[in-house]
């Protein structure tokens, strides 16, 4: 299972290097940009907010991701669309 932990260092990375939450459902979101994803401040929060890259750039695509869902982060990213699914 995927950790706060391991978003907040994949987000962290310097350089910063596009990465991939896999999903168990199958689906995979990639985070091209640190900005793309919002983690809580606390240890104990199970969300993400994710935004997804869209044509319209005024209204981006917005997910919650429960972390107890997430297999694993992949840094970096395997070339694939964002969300898949």
Known sequence: MATLTQIRDAMRAEP???????MADG???VVRHPDFVA??????GREIVFY????????PEMHLIDLGLALE????APAVASPAG
């Open 39 to 44: 983690v809580p401040q606390t240890r104990r």
């Open 73 to 76: 982060i992949i840094v970096p």
């Open 52 to 59: 997804a890259e869209r044509e319209d750039a005024e209204n």
């Open 16 to 22: 910063f290097r596009p990465f991939s939450i896999q």
């Open 27 to 29: 689906r995979s979101y």
